[in-house]
Nanobody
Framework: QVQLVESGGGLVQPGGSLRLSCAASRNIFSIYVMRWYRQAPGKQRGYVAIMAPGGTTTYADSVKGRFTISRDNAKNTVYLQMDSLKPGDTAGYYC????????WGQGTQVTVSS
């Protein structure tokens, strides 16, 4: 069993930055694909960023060049650095670990508004 705990969400003005964290209860990054998803009210959950066990990253077109996924193996933590935030980035953000099993965190809310 793996627990994922997200943190770092909040209210930010357009153009601002936030860094989300996803702390895993044990070291899984070498065998699990880590993803950040987001879901806005009334919309389907969609992927934002992916980091494969080997370190390869992939981004949704809507965040490419603005968001960066990274990880700290020593801290069992995956990050999502979000820059140049737009109101359209407002959503609940969720961390997912996919491998032999599939785990989700509880989510953290990001609101981009002036």
């Amino acid at each position: 069993q793996v627990q994922l705990v997200e943190s770092g969400g909040g209210l930010v003005q357009p153009g601002g930055s936030l860094r989300l964290s996803c702390a895993a209860s044990r070291n899984i990054f070498s065998i699990y694909v880590m993803r950040w998803y987001r879901q806005a009210p009334g919309k389907q959950r969609g992927y934002v960023a992916i980091m494969a066990p080997g370190g390869t990253t992939t981004y949704a077109d809507s965040v490419k060049g603005r968001f960066t996924i990274s990880r700290d193996n020593a801290k069992n933590t995956v990050y999502l650095q979000m820059d140049s935030l737009k109101p359209g980035d407002t959503a609940g953000y969720y961390c997912n670990a996919a491998g032999t099993s599939n785990y989700w965190g509880q989510g953290t809310q990001v609101t981009v508004s002036s």
